[in-house]
């Protein structure tokens, strides 16, 4: 019996090693035409490795889910593996960082709970990446302690609709997604918007350290309508026609960076205002 269970354990590892090596034919084919092919060519290429890539992200949320609930001799898989948790493995295994590991194993909770069925199945289905759904479980994870079922299943499929794009609209990036389902948040609760706006001045710090090398790093977290011309005035002072910093005033000549001319331009801010009778 035991030697059965071995061979077919053993059939089934040989089984996804099998796939690996036709998966890393094929897409080395795909690459080696890529360079000649024709514009539409190229963007069946693009569709084909995308839908590849996001049905390999569906099947790792799945094993972290196989991780969290196969039956196990001490307490988890992951333990009798010799890993103190699903994330230290897949960090492991995987070469994930921790937080993208912390992920992975929330996605694998969320396909076995099914909180949030929406986007559930749009993860089981690859139709959106483990790091757009990290996004959007994060969002609805902070939403569920103060709103009730309905808003959180109307949240859920909002959220999954931005991930995926529709034939209007593109798909929001990972880094675009959280601030289009907060700006979708305060379309829902206008009056939480108005609210947050007297938090954010109320919540508004500025702090500072010396490095070891004597350099100092400004931190500062300020209410939105400040921040916003406090940007407006840094990416106009870092611009490639930005004169003031530049030599002889010739922007032609500047060699700076765009983070240095920042750097610059807060600089400039804050001596001009500490030379006014007013500090």
């Not at 099998?18 to 514009?39: H, K, M, N």
């Not at 076995?112 to 990290?134: D, H």
């Given at each position: 019996?035991?030697?059965?269970?071995?061979?077919?354990?053993?059939?089934?590892?040989?089984?996804?090693?099998?796939?690996?090596?036709?998966?890393?034919?094929?897409l080395?084919?795909?690459?080696?035409?890529?360079?000649?092919?024709?514009?539409?060519?190229?963007?069946?290429?693009?569709?084909?490795?995308?839908?590849?890539?996001?049905q390999?992200?569906?099947?790792?949320?799945?094993?972290a889910r196989v991780?969290?609930?196969?039956?196990s001799?001490?307490?988890?898989?992951?333990?009798?593996l010799?890993?103190?948790?699903?994330?230290v493995?897949?960090?492991?295994?995987l070469?994930?960082?921790?937080?993208?590991?912390?992920?992975?194993?929330?996605?694998g909770?969320?396909?076995?709970?099914?909180?949030?069925?929406?986007?559930?199945?749009a993860?089981?289905?690859?139709?959106?990446?483990?790091?757009?759904?990290?996004?959007?479980?994060?969002?609805?994870?902070?939403?569920?302690k103060?709103?009730?079922?309905?808003?959180?299943l109307?949240?859920?499929?909002?959220?999954?609709?931005?991930?995926?794009?529709?034939?209007?609209?593109?798909?929001?990036?990972?880094?675009?997604?959280?601030?289009?389902?907060r700006?979708?948040?305060?379309?829902?609760?206008?009056?939480?918007?108005?609210?947050?706006?007297a938090?954010?001045?109320?919540?508004?710090?500025?702090?500072?350290?010396?490095?070891?090398?004597?350099?100092?790093?400004?931190?500062?977290?300020i209410?939105?309508?400040?921040?916003?011309?406090?940007?407006?005035?840094?990416?106009?002072?870092?611009?490639?026609?930005?004169?003031?910093?530049?030599?002889?005033?010739?922007?032609?000549?500047?060699?700076?960076?765009?983070?240095?001319?920042?750097?610059?331009?807060?600089?400039?801010?804050?001596t001009?205002?500490?030379?006014?009778?007013?500090?």
């Amino acid at each position: 019996m035991n030697v059965s269970v071995s061979a077919a354990e053993g059939c089934k590892s040989a089984e996804v090693r099998r796939l690996q090596s036709d998966a890393d034919r094929v897409l080395t084919g795909v690459f080696a035409e890529f360079t000649s092919a024709s514009p539409r060519e190229r963007q069946r290429m693009l569709e084909a490795v995308s839908d590849y890539s996001l049905q390999h992200q569906a099947h790792l949320a799945e094993f972290a889910r196989v991780l969290e609930t196969a039956p196990s001799e001490l307490s988890t898989a992951a333990k009798d593996l010799h890993y103190p948790s699903t994330g230290v493995l897949l960090q492991h295994e995987l070469g994930y960082g921790k937080s993208a590991a912390d992920v992975l194993t929330r996605l694998g909770k969320l396909l076995e709970s099914r909180e949030y069925p929406v986007l559930a199945a749009a993860v089981e289905s690859g139709t959106v990446s483990n790091q757009q759904a990290g996004v959007i479980v994060r969002k609805l994870d902070s939403w569920r302690k103060k709103q009730d079922a309905e808003f959180l299943l109307l949240a859920d499929k909002s959220a999954v609709e931005f991930a995926e794009g529709s034939e209007d609209a593109r798909a929001w990036k990972p880094e675009s997604l959280e601030k289009a389902m907060r700006a979708w948040y305060y379309e829902q609760h206008p009056e939480e918007a108005e609210l947050t706006t007297a938090e954010q001045w109320e919540q508004r710090k500025c702090f500072g350290r010396m490095l070891q090398d004597g350099r100092v790093k400004i931190d500062a977290v300020i209410p939105a309508d400040e921040g916003a011309a406090v940007l407006q005035f840094l990416d106009a002072n870092a611009s490639p026609k930005a004169r003031f910093g530049a030599p002889n005033g010739d922007p032609d000549q500047d060699q700076r960076t765009r983070t240095q001319k920042m750097a610059d331009a807060f600089m400039l801010a804050f001596t001009t205002a500490a030379k006014t009778k007013e500090t």
